[in-house]
């Protein structure tokens, strides 16, 4: 049974910074493609960013220079450290963990979400 299960958000001042984990279980953790998406009210769930197998590293244009997603493959974890936090950044974080099968099928889970407030 595959598990992604988000921690370290909650309500934050502008300017101000997060750190959120996603723990993951069930998987082959390394050979995955792990992302952090976001889904505000009203609003298509979008990508923050995401680390390749190979680390490589990609960044939705709003965040960057702000987010930096890293990951653990022996903690089986994936991290998005949040700085200069904006009220536009209040959403619901997701993670994702997603690859093609040696087979050509893919293979996608989504944690429960873990909600982020930038609020003064």
């Known amino acids: 049974q595959v598990q992604l299960v988000e921690s370290g958000g909650g309500l934050v001042q502008p300017g101000g910074s997060l750190r959120l984990s996603c723990a993951a279980s069930g998987i082959n953790f390394s050979i995955y493609v792990m992302g952090w998406y976001r889904q505000a009210p009203g609003k298509q769930r979008e990508m923050v960013a995401v680390s390749s197998s190979g680390g490589r590293t990609d960044y939705a244009d709003f965040v960057k220079g702000r987010f930096t997603i890293s990951r653990d493959n022996s903690k089986n974890t994936v991290y998005l450290q949040m700085n200069s936090l904006e009220p536009e950044d209040t959403a619901e974080y997701y993670c994702?963990?997603?690859?093609?099968?040696?087979?050509?099928?893919?293979?996608?889970?989504w944690g429960q979400g873990t909600q982020v407030t930038v609020s003064s």
């Open positions: 994702n963990a997603n690859r093609i099968s040696v087979f050509g099928r893919r293979e996608n889970y």
